[in-house]
């Protein structure tokens, strides 16, 4: 099917899940690019796809869209655009099944949502925590930075003190990251099922977060300097892997 | 002194600096915002300050002009923008001292260069020499992304294999980051003084380069997945220093 006006139905309800109280209200979430079409394929998320005329692409299986390059840059903020986009469905939330866990405390830039919870993929982080506050996980820049790592994670957004109880409860060690009474991470030994809390920018974990953790570490600097979160976060996993 | 028009000629070369060329010719690049200026001013880097009309600013050693709000617009890429810019001079590049160096094989992003300058200061990587074609330091983006790191740091912008041989003539172990014919990090035993390499964001570290290294590394990851490289870079720094 074609669609070359700007204002038809579809493309301005489409529109609408650049933003997040529209994605939430109909649960679904735009992508763009061969490689995250693929992997929204493979996770079954995939509700149909826009394809620039002229082009084609092999998902015969899903609803198919030839639209004009101008309707695909109003569905998109990014500067260099794709010829094939898709609108899918959020995946269902499962339970917590995996043995390690990142939290998330109002974490606010994007990018580095999305680094996170590409580093977390490969340390076999594969459970998610975000409180309310941080940045929503279907931004489209979240989903850039990913890599397509978002499709095979279980993100969760919750009221954050509650989860903790929970995972306690469950048998789940809690690793606050903190620059005051502290250890440092080269000295911790973690217990295989653990959660480790990461913060926002420039605030870090809140103070009533940091108080219910089992231990919290902080990572050893020769200067006093503070690392960007997702590059903290990377060093924590890590660390903790070869533990 | 006041400038209130964008077609001043000053205001015309200043907004030049947005690009490598002009900053290379004129060594001088643009900085935004009161933590930068404060990091500048204790690097000696400041030529003249640029500040909205109406604020004022508690250093009476440079020369201050007063501007509009569009001329700041003007001058910068930065979708919040600040009320206070500097026009700061190329620091002096000094010889090669650190015993930590960090190499970027054709870094592109400047989000990715920013944050990796940032780790090199906390981990007292204090050298960086960069390929040629790696993306500008003094671009706006890395620019913030420093955090101001980048005036605690000597970079030095060169021809890689040549810099690697002197490196080496002086004592350096080099040490390549590449997925193939690589020992794990964790296996690895630094010695004090090396270079530590990373790579492009899709091509990693070149080839001709990797067989110049004295060991290759590789970071343990439970599923196939790249890292993103201002992670990677963190890693290893962290695991370096740890050893």
Chains 1, 2 share one sequence.
């Not at 620039?52 to 198919?64: H, R, S, T």
Request: net charge neutral; charged share 25%.
């Amino acid at each position: 099917m074609e669609i070359t006006s700007l204002t038809n139905t579809k493309i301005k309800q489409w529109a609408k899940y650049k933003e997040k109280k529209y994605r939430d209200a109909d649960q679904k979430f735009l992508i763009e690019g061969e490689h995250l079409l693929q992997e929204a394929h493979t996770a079954g998320l995939i509700e149909c796809i826009l394809v620039e005329q002229g082009k084609n692409i092999p998902y015969e299986q899903y609803p198919v869209y030839y639209v004009t390059r101008e309707i695909l840059k109003k569905l998109t903020d990014s500067v260099s655009g794709s010829w094939v986009m898709a609108v899918c469905h959020f995946p269902e939330q499962q339970a917590l099944t995996s043995d390690k866990i990142i939290i998330l405390d109002g974490v606010q830039d994007p990018g580095n949502l999305g680094t996170i919870l590409r580093t977390a993929l490969s340390f076999s982080y594969q459970t998610i925590l975000l409180s309310k506050n941080s940045v929503d996980v279907y931004n489209e820049k979240v989903i850039r930075s990913t890599q397509g790592a978002l499709f095979h994670l279980n993100i969760i957004r919750t009221e954050l003190l509650t989860a903790i109880e929970e995972l306690k409860e469950k048998g789940y060690k809690i690793y606050g990251t903190s620059l005051h009474e502290a250890i440092p991470l080269s000295q911790v030994h973690p217990k295989k099922r653990h959660a480790l809390i990461m913060g926002n920018e420039g605030k870090g974990v809140r103070e009533e977060i940091l108080c219910q953790t089992d231990q919290n570490v902080y990572i050893e600097m020769d200067t006093f300097e503070s690392l960007n979160v997702a590059v903290a976060a990377a060093i924590c996993m890590y660390t903790f892997k070869n533990k």
